[in-house]
């Protein structure tokens, strides 16, 4: 079991920046893709950026292109999420995920098989 926990989120004015972490523990922190999702009141949950354990391909949402950057630190077993340049629609409940299996993209959170509690990001105008 991955156990993941997220950190870092608050309120900032538009034009900020914040930075999350995702600590995770538990079983093997290898061969897993990691995502980070938001889900604002009364909307699906998307994919806002991913990467895999150990470097290859990193994805990003094109909202979030060349405003936030997905990295990792694997000594600490942690994962960052840099976000600047926040508007107000990036405000949202920002959830850590993982997985294991090949199946679905990046973006969709049905393949992933590990979540955090989230933290919440606000921007205000």
């Known amino acids: 079991q991955l156990h993941l926990v997220e950190s870092g989120g608050g309120s900032v004015q538009a034009g900020g920046s914040l930075r999350l972490s995702c600590s995770a523990s538990?079983?093997?922190?290898?061969?897993?893709?990691m995502g980070w999702f938001r889900q604002a009141p009364g909307k699906e949950r998307e994919g806002v950026a991913s990467?895999?354990?150990?470097?290859?391909?990193?994805y990003y949402a094109d909202s979030v292109m060349g405003r936030f950057t997905i990295s990792q630190d694997n000594a600490k077993n942690t994962l960052y999420l840099q976000m600047n340049s926040l508007k107000p629609e990036d405000t949202a409940m920002y959830y850590c995920?993982?997985?294991?299996?090949?199946?679905?993209?990046?973006?969709?959170?049905?393949?992933?098989?590990?979540w955090g509690q989230g933290t919440q990001v606000t921007v205000s105008s």
């Open positions: 990467t895999y354990i150990g470097g290859g391909s990193t």
């Open positions: 995920a993982a997985k294991l299996n090949f199946g679905y993209n990046w973006y969709q959170a049905a393949g992933y098989n590990y």
């Open positions: 538990g079983y093997t922190y290898s061969n897993y893709r």
